[in-house]
C-alpha cells in the first residue's frame, strides 16, 4: 500500500522568505510523485511532478522539489515566497505497480505568507 | 481551453433529498475522477472511469453513491438519500488515459461544495 505524510499542517513564513514543505511516502515499489496546489475555493492545480530522471524538479511558480529515494522525501521548496503563494499544497503518490489508478495525496500544508 | 466543468458549484440540500453532482471533462481527456474532500479525512478518490467505464469503485463510501457516464463529455455522481455526514467538497478531474500511473496530469475542476442539513 501506498501513502503519503505531511508533517506539517501549517507553515507561516515572511514574505520573500525560503520555504520548504515536507513530503515523505511510503510505498514498496517505484513511485511517481506529485505536488499539487489548491487556492481558497478553488481546485487542485499541479506544481510539479516527478517521473523519472533528474531528481530535482523545476515546477511552476518558482517552485521546484527534490526526490530523494533512500530517505522517500519530496520536500517541496522556494526560494523566495511571494503573498500570492498563500495555499494549500498536497503531496501525491502513486505506485507503479499492483494494479489502479489511485493516487493518493497527503492531507496538505496550509501556506500563510505574511507581510 | 475550458478546464472541467463541474455543476453546481453551491448546492444546500435537507437531509433524504437526492443530489445530483455533475462534471464535464476536458475535451479529449478519457479518464475521469471524482474526489470528496473533507477536513477529516482529507482528499479521497471514490471512483474513476477509463473510456466512460467504472474501473474502481473502491472509494464509494456506500450504496447511496452511485457514478454513471453514460459519454465521454459528461458524468454525474448521485447520492440518494442524501445524510448530514455527505457534506464535502466533490471534486470532478479529468485526465488522459491512465491518468497519474502512466504519469499524465490529472486536472481538477473547482469542485461542488455540498452541505446537507
Known amino acids: 500500500a501506498q501513502s503519503v505524510t505531511q508533517l506539517d499542517s501549517q507553515v507561516p513564513v515572511f514574505e520573500e522568505a525560503p520555504v520548504e514543505l515536507r513530503c515523505n511516502y511510503s510505498?514498496?515499489?517505484?513511485?511517481?510523485l506529485f505536488w499539487y496546489v489548491q487556492y481558497p475555493n478553488q481546485g487542485l492545480q499541479l506544481l510539479l511532478k516527478y517521473l523519472s530522471g533528474s531528481t530535482l524538479v523545476k515546477g511552476i511558480n518558482g517552485f521546484e522539489a527534490e526526490f530523494n529515494k533512500s530517505q522517500t522525501s519530496f520536500h517541496l521548496r522556494k526560494p523566495s515566497v511571494h503573498i500570492s503563494d498563500t495555499a494549500e499544497y498536497f503531496c501525491?503518490?502513486?505506485?507503479?505497480?499492483?494494479?489502479?489508478?489511485?493516487?493518493?495525496f497527503g492531507t496538505g500544508t496550509q501556506l500563510k505568507v505574511e507581510l | 481551453d475550458a478546464g472541467v466543468i463541474q455543476s453546481p458549484r453551491h448546492e444546500v440540500t435537507e437531509m433524504g433529498q437526492e443530489v445530483t453532482l455533475r462534471c464535464k471533462p476536458i475535451s479529449g481527456h478519457n479518464s475521469l475522477f471524482w474526489y470528496r474532500q473533507t477536513m477529516m479525512r482529507g482528499l479521497e478518490l471514490l471512483i474513476y472511469f477509463n473510456n466512460n467505464v467504472p474501473i474502481d469503485d473502491s472509494g464509494m463510501p456506500e450504496d447511496r453513491f452511485s457514478a454513471k457516464m453514460p459519454n465521454a463529455s459528461f458524468s454525474t455522481l448521485k447520492i440518494q438519500p442524501s445524510e448530514p455526514r455527505d457534506s464535502a467538497v466533490y471534486f470532478c478531474?479529468?485526465?488522459?488515459?491512465?491518468?497519474?500511473?502512466?504519469?499524465?496530469?490529472?486536472?481538477f475542476g473547482e469542485g461542488s461544495w455540498l452541505t446537507v442539513v
Open positions: 478531474a479529468s485526465s488522459f488515459k491512465e491518468g497519474a500511473s502512466s504519469g499524465n496530469t490529472i486536472y
Open positions: 510505498s514498496s515499489v517505484s513511485v511517481y
Open positions: 501525491a503518490v502513486i505506485s507503479l505497480t499492483g494494479g489502479g489508478n489511485k493516487l493518493t
